[in-house]
């Protein structure tokens, strides 16, 4: 396989096999360890929080990881090594849940250390994952493409969920490390073989071998650039606010459903498939939308990026309006509108990002994609604690728990009316091959050295 040669159905597939893997180990550490911390080792949930909180904050580390891509001209080495890490932390998060009912100061600090090795390995990988897709997928399979392996993702949740669930009963400590090893064992196998020959020989980056290791200063200097191109910046703001109106409804939604509709945690649990379920609707739709001879006849994918996020404005009123109209409210419905337009917005901002990647300076497509997923590992960060401590300060304050639900709900409609403003502008900003380029005198200008 050249470097030139266009991804078919088969590399999309493969890549989809890496994320379902990358996916599968996040989800132990992120949803069975958590559990696992709370109920049976009866530690304060905030500690499961915090960890998870962290290995968010530490993918801010995104865009430098994008630009050592760029700069070595090949991805499959960072996503290999970010498989490892990745699952190596994995089997250490294990391991530390368990010294945590021996010795919790132990137990506490390794866990530590392994979510900061989980939040790095997912960095290196995805973005690099991201990066090679926007490089090879040809314009014609970017939207089914990325549906792909954001479905793939999913179905490699689930598989792990149901696989290592059976495995764990009856539980205990060794079975629940051994049952992790597992998982991280078999995803980093599966990764490596499909990663083989996937990327084939690239060329090597422009200058290699005749310029020294990039440095700091070189790595500020591109990260400036990139954020000095106008789709790149709104690009990046849409992202992070889109995604965290995304993320703040993930833990109330339940909790509101059993407070205010008087549902049984089954009937909320059920809900929340509803939702997931309609996500995958939406996520397929833009697909369709986006593939072969459909495509253009359905709306560009801009136009699904800003309807997706204007029609989740439109579901989150509709829940303030559930909060005050219980009784009448089809709130099935209402779930059902927000989780397809979720999804469909965050497959189209996913084949934006794939198009955006590619425009503009050359040797800067993982720096750009680094960039958009740091804002979006910020937002998830953000998200729950933005959601939840929402909900409970307007609880405090107002004392009315249908209120209070309906301000957090407002704020959400705020969130995602105000993403789609920026998705607007990101297809009114001019490419960046039309932007005045950053000579060596404009940064002497501002004080760098060129």
């Known amino acids: 396989m050249s470097t030139a040669s266009a991804f078919g159905w088969l590399q999309i597939f493969r890549l989809g096999l890496i994320q379902a893997c990358l996916g599968s180990v996040v989800v132990m550490t992120t949803s069975t360890l958590n559990r696992v911390m709370v109920v049976e080792l009866s530690l304060p949930a905030l500690l499961p929080g915090l960890l998870v909180g962290w290995h968010y904050a530490v993918q801010i580390v995104r865009p430098r990881l994008g630009f050592g891509a760029d700069k070595g001209g090949r991805c499959t080495s960072w996503m290999m090594g970010g498989m490892a890490v990745l699952s190596a932390g994995g089997c250490l998060a294990a391991l530390a849940t368990t010294w945590m009912a021996h010795d919790r100061m132990l137990g506490i600090t390794t866990a530590v250390i392994a979510f900061s090795m989980i939040g790095l390995g997912v960095s290196s990988c995805g973005t690099s994952l991201l990066v090679l897709m926007s490089k090879r997928v040809p314009d014609s399979l970017r939207a089914p493409a990325a549906t792909t392996v954001w479905m793939m993702m999913i179905l490699g949740f689930a598989l792990t969920a149901v696989t290592a669930g059976r495995w764990l009963d009856p539980f205990s400590p060794e ?138 404005a439109l579901a989150m009123a509709g829940l303030c309006m559930a909060a005050q109209q219980a009784e009448q409210w089809p709130l099935k419905a209402n779930v059902w509108l927000l989780g397809v337009a979720n999804g469909a917005f965050s497959i189209a901002a996913i084949t934006t990002m794939m198009r955006l990647a590619r425009e503009g300076t050359a040797q800067r497509e993982g720096t750009r994609m680094g960039l958009w997923g740091a804002a979006q590992a910020m937002a998830f960060g953000l998200g729950g604690l933005v959601g939840t401590g929402v909900s409970d300060l307007a609880r405090y304050w107002i004392q009315q728990d249908e209120l209070a639900y309906a301000c957090v709900f407002f704020f959400e409609v705020v969130l995602f009316t105000w993403s789609a403003w920026w998705a607007i502008r990101v297809g009114q900003s001019p490419t960046p091959s039309t932007q005045p380029s950053l000579n060596a005198a404009s940064w002497a200008q501002k004080g760098h050295q060129p």
């Open 175 to 312: 079975r629940l490390v051994w049952v992790t090893t597992c998982v991280s064992v078999v995803a980093l196998t599966l990764s490596l073989l499909s990663m083989w020959r996937l990327e084939g020989v690239s060329a090597p980056a422009l200058g290699q071998g005749q310029r020294p290791a990039p440095t700091r200063a070189d790595f500020a200097r591109t990260l400036q650039a990139v954020w000095l191109e106008p789709q790149a910046r709104h690009f990046t703001v849409f992202v992070f606010l889109s995604m965290l109106a995304y993320s703040a409804q993930d833990l109330i939604l339940e909790p509101f459903a059993g407070t205010v509709f008087r549902m049984t945690p089954g009937e909320t649990t059920q809900l929340s498939g509803l939702q997931h379920a309609a996500v995958l609707v939406g996520m397929i739709s833009v697909a369709v939308a986006g593939c072969g001879w459909m495509k253009g006849r359905l709306g560009s994918v801009q136009t699904w990026m800003v309807g997706g996020c204007l029609v989740s």
